[in-house]
């Protein structure tokens, strides 16, 4: 089978996994643990991660928080940073394209009485500075927009929106989980106070994560979400689990190192996804933004056929689909129907993510596997046949 989801996770690099191995069993002291040199080993790790991370995203390594990733970095962002801003207003902005931990969290806190607005995206996904500045009261505290969208791989103009409400002191969070690395993001050129990351989207290891908080504004005073041995900071308690901190680094290190010559293989080889599919698939629809949008993400709906069928057809491809994006919901994509798709093209859709480890022939795999899932399905359409 063809690997082409890595929008959902990625495989951890063999050379992650090599730089991880020895914090298993040899540098394997808590990192909390300052009488011995086991503990001191395993610091200096987490501190040379912290480093890397910060330099990564223009920040200062004191301005970052290890997690468990970005569901929990999105998670402490928001609802850690309210607490402080509850005297100046009750307002919170964020879009309807968002990932569900930013979706959700803003749902629960929508019941507790904040008054929340989930500005729309356009057509392509993209959140303007427009939509956010027009959904602004006097009461807006936080605004959290995400820099590229994870279904469609739209990136938001983060930039204009964090400047913008950086001159209302409104505290700006993104979720840049699926952007870090693949696009330029630098948390003072962009005006971000909050920025949440996640190692297994960039060759890491799954459940290791970051979050950036700004340092000496006194807007961005964070409460933990749990309480404990202090750790963080106070911040984010609980024993750093140091492997994934040392695979977190090195998958920096690497998408570092690599950013260049990933980004122009993994562009050649989508837009060969994109052209061969086309060239043999009629009455199929681009989801997402023309150029705007991530250099490995493919999302298409096709007419006149079954999502459901689709997906079944697709098993040799490890893709995801807008009919079922979790199985735990299976409901048709929040996302496409922001962007105004119906139900049906939604449920039609299937999302390809290319990675450093796709090659060529996978590419031409996946476009045959493609063509004949859909001629074939389409057989069965009688709108097609109509
Ligand atoms: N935000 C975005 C944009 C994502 O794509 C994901 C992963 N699907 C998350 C947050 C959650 O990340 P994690 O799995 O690290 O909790």
């Excluded at 807007?219 to 963080?232: K, N, T, Y």
């Excluded at 074939?376 to 046949?385: G, P, Q």
Aim: aromatic content about 6%.
């Amino acid at each position: 089978p063809v690997y082409l989801d890595n929008h959902s996770t990625t495989r951890t690099d063999p050379r992650v996994v090599a730089a991880m191995l020895p914090y298993f069993s040899e540098i394997y002291g808590n990192a909390a643990s300052v009488s011995h040199r086991f503990g001191w080993e395993a610091a200096e790790a987490v501190e040379r991660a912290r480093t890397r991370v910060a330099e990564w995203i223009g920040a200062d390594s004191k301005e970052i928080v290890f997690t468990s990733g970005a569901t929990e970095a999105n998670n402490l962002a928001i609802k850690g940073a309210l607490p402080a801003l509850k005297r100046r207003g009750d307002h919170l902005i964020t879009a309807a394209s968002e990932h569900k931990s930013v979706v959700d969290v803003m749902k629960r806190l929508g019941r507790e009485g904040w008054n929340v607005t989930f500005v729309p995206c356009d057509e392509t996904g993209r959140v303007s500075a427009e939509a956010i500045e027009a959904a602004l009261t006097p009461a807006t505290v936080l605004v959290s927009i995400m820099a590229a969208n994870n279904e469609v791989g739209t990136l938001n103009p983060i930039r204009e929106i964090g400047r913008l409400c950086h001159d209302r002191k409104i505290v700006f969070h993104t979720d840049a989980t699926q952007a870090v690395g693949k696009v330029d993001v630098d948390v003072q050129v962009d005006g971000v106070d909050l920025l949440s990351l996640s190692g297994h989207k960039i060759y890491g290891p799954k459940g290791v994560g970051a979050l950036y908080v700004r340092r000496r504004d006194p807007q961005v005073r964070l409460q933990p979400l749990f309480d404990g041995g202090g750790h963080e900071r106070g911040l984010r308690s609980g024993t750093l689990p140091v492997p994934l901190i040392v695979g977190l680094d090195k998958a920096v290190e690497l998408m570092i190192c690599d950013k260049a010559e990933d980004s122009t293989r993994i562009r050649g080889l989508r837009d060969r996804l994109e052209a061969g599919i086309r060239g043999r698939v009629p009455e199929v629809q681009l989801n997402g933004h023309p150029t705007l949008r991530l250099d490995g993400n493919l999302n298409l709906s096709f007419a006149f056929v079954d999502g459901e069928a689709l997906m079944m057809a697709m098993r040799d491809v490890a893709v995801s689909s807008g009919a079922a994006c979790t199985s735990v919901e299976p409901e048709p994509s929040h996302v496409l129907r922001a962007m105004g798709r119906d139900d049906e093209a939604a449920r039609a859709s299937l999302r390809f993510g290319v990675g450093r480890f796709n090659t060529e022939d996978e590419i031409d795999y996946a476009i045959d596997l493609v063509a004949e899932s859909v001629g074939r399905l389409r057989t069965h359409s009688a709108a097609w046949s109509a």
